[in-house]
């Protein structure tokens, strides 16, 4: 659900047009170079042309053009006429006052009537006016304006509505374009394609105009999904959920009108009634039609938006030629559209869904029902594998409860057959909401309340709806009788605890006893080996030597019971979670994968994959690691489980991709991932890293990305594997923002979190930020902490490796940092991630340039700016260049040093500078005056980009810059 905001009625964006506003762009630049140029956009209603005409004026006008702009009426051919041209030259007459019109003030009358009093009243001899020019005549001086407008600048005339316009209207654009044609002069003229059924006399005069040089046709098509959920965001001020956009798309089907019109109508999601504007709106052309084409839109409305000719025959029960008129005249007024399979559609799903809503109460229920019983009689007569659903629909829309609750479990079934479980959620809440109204409901569908209440459940974890789930969780378990039922009530314990887990509520530990007291006196058997294995696998991130024991427990009457595959899911947990073997956990999870194909357990190969994936990526082998993560995305795709188990693998592929340097992938990935609208923390680990991506590019939204990433640290509980990342991001944040008392207070807090010695692979890097904050601010007691904890921290894998030797690094003083630098830097290579290389590479370069290595320093700086634009790592690269600048390096292509930073005179003023000498003492010493002397420390501080004389100080020592340079060769 939407947040209650205040919402505009219109939206301030221009959303996915980009290629209808680049093709007014290129006719306007056409236009200037004197090629006579008109566009003609099309679009149905509520599309977006306005919009799009204003973005364009707007641009044009700021591009030097003078643009006009007129409105044909709806008042048809016998309306106004020349409204459009009227209107345009009423802004000529405003702006430049009637001289504009050269003495022609009478001629002109026709179209703007105030000219003819004006030159009445005009003093002193003039022609007598032609009062009744010929039509030839008046478009002849209309063109000569535009003419001599368009010398003095571009002009662009843009005319909204063209199917209102009448035909003086219509003959004048046509004379403009194909017998005039005044240089510098932009035509655009917008129509609507739903109003030019067979007869409208626009459609002719644009196949006339088509005929003509110079014109362009651009046809305004709906806004997919993104461009919907843009236009929700401006006009929400905040960004909507994805099940808000994928709602508000479903009924709009892009339309922006429409989209504005149900935002602005309250909360879009499940919004009962369409706002009466946009109801009449839609309407109108219905009411306009004759009676029997009425009455069968009726009958269509409630069949769907979609419906076949023989359904609809069916239901009617008219005469074959009797419905075929009605059709036509509808599809005439083209508010249905016909498709070569035979069936049809509402021109917009909007139209269909305002003439249900004036079915009268009797009238829609009986109309549901006759559609419900054709489509169980012949189910034919729909799409396949529509029929359960469709007959669901109907016979709840009838009322008929007993039916619609039969309807709705079947219907829930045949969706999980398909691997739709959100559906199949709605589905079965559908069946639950029924089943008080029925009293016979246990015998109809052969279970208890529980029974179904499990099934919901289920469907919701599956589908990923976990806020739902819990709730269901809490009616089960108030309902379920633990001394009769011990296995039930187990279950329904282990998914609450896993469930609370999940959206940072607790850590579920006091849910997951309780399962395993109840389930452990529970009767023995196969049940109760899945859900002992169940329970193992939930325990492992909270306590995996309990979760070795129960999972023992299990494995006890496994074999006796023929249920080893069971226990596949706690034991490959353990292995990656619990005994940290990943070599022999990758050997299992082959095995395991194996097996769960064979046995055709779909989620049980899902979630091999995300182990799978996520193992290559603590062992370094990133490329395999994503191959992994793309093949299981797939199969969770291909199941419907891509909220839930599958969501893990979109973030495992990201992290894997960032690993190898391959950015913008890694974005596209973290958006699908955005787009999916994951509950709970299972969207977590691909908003870290988002974030952590965005605030390595500098990009203008890192910020906000970045506080969404942190919020979740104020939950009351987050998985360590979850919470460490957290602390890590917070750190580099606050450095990327020069923020060294929030960088201190991060790294603190970090440093003293319990998880931190248990888990190297998300322990490490928190450990180097850490100390890179104390390195950064020369905090003693911060590097001591850093070095404890470095001590006793394990080192398997490659990139807890490079990260041991960057921390030493950091931690490394005086002579020993070159050397523990070049360790760091090696140990990167080994791993190869390009970013902590090049971020090492510079922490290299600037030891080298303390130690006086100036060809070390050289070749280490171009190599990181090198990885930075690669990456497009822009502080990177900034660092790089700045590093360079204060040592006097210039990167060149081939990484070679150049000229010196500073003079001579320079050093020898940052000497003293260093010493702690005032400006008047150091031109003391260097027989100069104090005014020169200040002149030099402030070239200096600018060279080196520092802020004042003390920092500059402790830059020239920490870089070796009070050093003499190296004689060049």
């Not at 007598?128 to 407008?149: H, I, M, N």
């Not at 070095?787 to 398997?796: G, H, K, S, T, Y």
């Not at 004389?949 to 830059?955: M, S, T």
Request: aromatic share 4%.
């Amino acid at each position: 659900m939407l947040e209650p905001v205040t919402v505009r009625a219109a939206s301030s964006v221009l959303v996915g047009r980009h290629r209808e506003i680049a093709a007014l762009r290129d006719a306007l630049g056409r236009a200037r170079v004197g090629e006579p140029t008109t566009v003609l956009v099309g679009g149905e209603a509520g599309v977006g042309k306005t919009r799009l005409l204003e973005e364009f004026g707007a641009w044009a006008t700021g591009g030097g053009a003078r643009v006009l702009v007129g409105q044909c009426l709806e008042l048809g051919e016998a309306g106004l006429p020349f409204a459009p041209f009227a209107a345009a030259l009423r802004a000529v007459l405003r702006a430049d006052g009637p001289e504009v019109f050269a003495g022609y003030e009478a001629e002109f009358a026709p179209l703007l009537p105030e000219l003819g009093r004006a030159s009445a009243a005009l003093a002193g001899p003039r022609p007598v006016p032609l009062s009744d020019a010929p039509r030839g005549y008046l478009f002849d001086l209309v063109a000569e304006l535009f003419q001599r407008l368009a010398d003095a600048r571009p002009l662009v005339l843009l005319i909204e509505d063209l199917h209102w316009a009448d035909r003086s209207t219509r003959d004048l654009i046509g004379f403009l374009v194909r017998a005039a044609r005044p240089g510098r002069l932009l035509l655009v003229c917008t129509y609507r394609t739903d109003e030019l059924q067979r007869g409208h006399p626009l459609r002719p005069f644009l196949a006339e105009l088509d005929r003509a040089r110079g014109v362009e046709r651009v046809e305004l098509g709906r806004l997919d999904r993104d461009g919907t959920g843009a236009i929700l965001a401006d006009l929400l001020g905040a960004e909507p959920p994805a099940r808000a956009v994928d709602d508000v798309h479903g009924r709009t089907q892009g339309n922006p009108f429409f989209i504005e019109e149900l935002a602005v109508a309250g909360d879009p999601i499940g919004c009962a009634a369409l706002p009466e504007t946009l109801r009449d709106l839609l309407l109108a052309r219905v009411d306009r039609l004759p009676e029997p084409t009425q009455r069968v839109l009726r009958i269509a409305a409630a069949g769907g938006t979609r419906f076949a000719h023989d359904l609809l025959a069916e239901v009617a029960g008219l005469p074959e030629a009797e419905l075929e008129d009605a059709l036509r005249v509808a599809v005439a007024a083209q508010l249905v559209v016909a498709d070569r399979d035979g069936d049809y559609e509402f021109r917009h799903a909007l139209v269909r869904e305002a003439v249900h809503d004036e079915l009268l109460p009797g009238e829609h229920a009986r109309l549901h029902a006759r559609f419900a019983a054709a489509i169980e009689a012949q189910p034919h007569l729909v799409a396949a594998g529509r029929a359960p659903a469709e007959i669901a629909h109907h016979w709840y829309a009838a009322h008929d409860h007993p039916r619609a609750l039969v309807a709705a479990r079947a219907a829930a079934v045949a969706a999980g057959d398909r691997y739709a479980y959100a559906e199949q959620r709605r589905l079965l809440e559908r069946a639950l909401e029924l089943w008080e109204l029925v009293p016979d409901a246990a015998d109809l569908l052969g279970m208890d309340h529980l029974a179904l209440l499990e099934q919901t459940l289920a469907a919701a974890v599956t589908a990923g709806d976990f806020s739902r789930a819990i709730t269901l969780t809490r009616a089960g378990l108030a309902e379920v009788d633990a001394d009769a039922a011990p296995l039930r009530a187990a279950r329904l314990l282990n998914q609450r605890g896993r469930l609370m887990a999940l959206l940072g509520k607790s850590d579920g530990r006091r849910e997951l006893d309780e399962a395993y007291r109840l389930a452990a006196g529970g009767p023995r058997g196969a049940e109760r080996v899945r859900l002992l294995a169940d329970i193992a696998a939930h325990l492992v991130k909270i306590d995996p030597k309990q979760a070795a024991r129960v999972a023992a427990e299990a494995a006890v009457d496994a074999e006796a019971f023929g249920e080893d595959v069971a226990l596949l899911h706690a034991r490959i947990a353990l292995l990656c979670h619990g005994e940290r073997d990943l070599e022999r956990g990758l050997a299992e999870l082959s095995q395991a994968e194996a097996v769960v194909r064979a046995s055709g357990d779909a989620s049980g190969l899902v979630l091999a994959r995300v182990y799978q994936s996520d193992v290559l990526c603590e062992l370094g082998r990133y490329a395999e690691s994503a191959q992994a993560a793309e093949a299981g995305v797939a199969e969770a795709r291909r199941v419907g489980i891509s909220r839930s188990t599958g969501a893990y693998l979109l973030s495992n592929r990201a992290e894997a991709l960032i690993a190898l340097g391959r950015w913008d992938e890694a974005e596209a990935v973290c958006a699908e991932a955005a787009r999916i609208d994951l509950s709970g923390v299972t969207g977590l680990h691909w908003l870290q890293l988002s974030a952590g991506l965005r605030l390595a590019r500098a990009h203008p939204a890192a910020d906000e990305v970045v506080d969404r990433a942190l919020t979740f640290l104020g939950r009351p509980y987050l998985w360590p594997s979850h919470r460490l990342p957290l602390h890590e991001l917070a750190i580099e944040a606050a450095l990327a923002a020069d923020d060294k008392v929030e960088a201190v207070r991060a790294a603190r807090v970090a440093a003293v979190d319990e998880s931190l010695p248990q888990l190297p692979r998300e322990g490490w890097p928190v450990l180097s930020a850490v100390a890179r904050t104390a390195a950064r601010v020369g905090d003693r007691d911060l590097s001591v902490a850093v070095a404890a904890l470095a001590a006793d921290l394990p080192v398997r894998h490659p990139a807890a490796r490079a990260h041991a030797a960057q921390v030493a690094a950091l931690l490394a003083v005086g002579d020993q940092a070159l050397p523990a630098w070049r360790k760091a830097v090696d140990a990167w290579r080994v791993d190869g991630q390009p970013y902590p290389l090049g971020r090492a590479l510079l922490a290299l370069a600037e030891s080298a340039a303390a130690a006086g290595e100036r060809d070390e320093t050289a070749a280490a700086v171009t190599e990181a700016a090198e990885i930075g634009r690669r990456l497009g790592a822009v502080p990177l690269v900034e660092a790089a260049a700045t590093l360079a600048r204060r040592v006097g390096l210039r990167t060149t292509g081939q990484g070679g040093a150049g000229a010196d930073l500073l003079t001579a005179r320079e050093r020898e003023v940052l000497r003293l500078v260093a010493e702690g000498h005032s400006n008047s003492r150091i031109a003391e010493q260097l027989f100069i005056s104090p005014k020169t002397a200040s002149v030099h420390v402030s070239r200096i501080i600018a060279k080196l980009d520092v802020t004042n004389r003390v920092e500059a100080a402790a830059l020239a020592h920490r870089l070796g810059l009070l050093t003499e340079p190296a004689a060049s060769h």
